[in-house]
């Protein structure tokens, strides 16, 4: 349900930009290659990398969800009729949706089954295992100015909460 999907691809020894040609072409995906930041910035790659995102394409769009290309997400059933942007809708008067970040593991299989992610691996690690499934992913409001932070989680909204699908206000990643 996205329009867009801006990836950066950061020193890849193999770019991916010809494995998304397709995608490229038909106007969905952007690409982007860059071997590091410019030795002026004082920013990590990550960091950069987001920030380049906003100053090029925050016009253009409602939201924007930052995230690694391995990460996806999950509505449950009856969310915004399975559709990212009606679920967002409901979140239009913050500044960001902080959403939980949740590490699936490996089924316990040494191969790669065949079919995706979605039907293959189902079991996420129990939160009890690691602080880090308490770290959220932000998709932040474009009416809203957002700052880059030193931590990749969490952005800085000026005038505006990042919330919790609850609508409960977080404060960090």
Not at 112 to 136: D, K, M, W
Request: aromatic fraction near 12%; charged fraction near 15%.
């Amino acid at each position: 349900g996205v329009d867009t999907i801006y990836i950066f691809d950061h020193n890849s020894t193999m770019p991916m930009v010809n494995t998304l040609l397709p995608l490229v072409k038909s106007g969905h995906v952007v690409y982007n290659y860059f071997n590091d930041p410019p030795e002026t910035s004082n920013l990590n790659p990550q960091q950069w990398t987001y920030q380049q995102c906003i100053d090029s394409f925050w016009d253009l769009h409602q939201f924007m969800a930052f995230i690694d290309v391995d990460e996806f997400f999950v509505l449950h059933r009856g969310q915004g009729d399975q559709n990212l942007p009606n679920f967002l809708k409901q979140y239009e008067q913050f500044g960001a949706l902080g959403v939980n970040w949740r590490i699936m593991g490996s089924d316990n299989r040494t191969t790669r089954p065949p079919g995706g992610a979605l039907e293959n691996y189902l079991s996420c690690f129990p939160e009890t295992e690691t602080l880090v499934q308490r770290h959220i992913k932000s998709i932040v409001n474009t009416n809203f100015n957002a700052t880059v932070t030193v931590d990749p989680h969490h952005f800085d909204i000026a005038g505006g909460s990042t919330v919790d699908v609850f609508g409960n206000v977080i404060n960090g990643p």
